[in-house]
T-cell receptor
């Protein structure tokens, strides 16, 4: 079953604006990851945040994690048309090996 | 470094037929995963291999799906017989032994069952 719930399901913004996507999950996790999927392609790993971390940055990406609320957010700053894709959060639950459980995804459209 | 290779990229079959997908992970990656991604949803893990052993196949519909990784390198996923609801993208991913948290995905095989 899907563990992650993502919000919004779809987001449309203009180039240069910031995009924020949220993810909620149900069980205790080892880490949470964000992946990007361009139409018709495989997933690309963006960033990983461990359960003992609260915030992490990578280039224009900023991820936060609140384990007390079982939620995470992904912020993409100064978005570009090339950021248009689907974004998925994936949780790695405790004691389930390397298994990742993906959310439903947020479809981001960045208009030039 | 070459990425995860999958073939075929597209497959159209009729229900009750059989189909097989092939995956070649990144060289040296001991862990291999097969996911099913139905349109509009996130990927769902079907099976995880560590070398040639199965780690997790709890969500694999074993009455019709089978997978093997005989030499601990490439893998095949088979569906027999296919149902309409098997229409999806089948993604293969692999992880290196030193970074098991990160999965590298192939381009996927898009299966349409008519």
């Amino acid at each position: 079953s899907q563990q992650g719930e993502e919000d919004p399901q779809a987001l449309s913004i203009q180039e240069g604006e910031n995009a924020t996507m949220n993810c909620s999950y149900k069980t205790s996790i080892n880490n949470l990851q964000w992946y990007r999927q361009n139409s018709g392609r495989g997933l690309v790993h963006l960033i990983l945040i461990r359960s003992n971390e609260r915030e992490k940055h990578s280039g224009r990406l900023r991820v936060t994690l609140d384990t007390s609320k079982k939620s995470s957010s992904l912020l993409i700053t100064a978005s570009r048309a090339a950021d248009t894709a689907s974004y998925f959060c994936a949780t790695r639950p405790y004691n389930q090996g390397g298994k990742l459980i993906f959310g439903q995804g947020t479809e981001l459209s960045v208009k030039p | 470094e070459a990425g995860v290779a999958q073939s075929p990229r597209y497959k159209i079959i009729e229900k009750r037929q059989s189909v097989a997908f092939w995956c070649n992970p990144i060289s040296g990656h001991a862990t291999l995963y097969w996911y099913q991604q139905i349109l509009g949803q996130g990927p769902k893990l079907l099976i995880q291999f560590q070398n040639n052993g199965v780690v997790d196949d709890s969500q694999l519909p074993k009455d019709r799906f089978s997978a093997e990784r005989l030499k601990g390198v490439d893998s095949t996923l088979k569906i027999q017989p296919a149902k309409l609801e098997d229409s999806a993208v089948y993604l293969c991913a692999s992880s290196p032994p030193t970074r098991t948290d990160t999965q590298y995905f192939g381009p996927g095989t898009r299966l349409t069952v008519l």
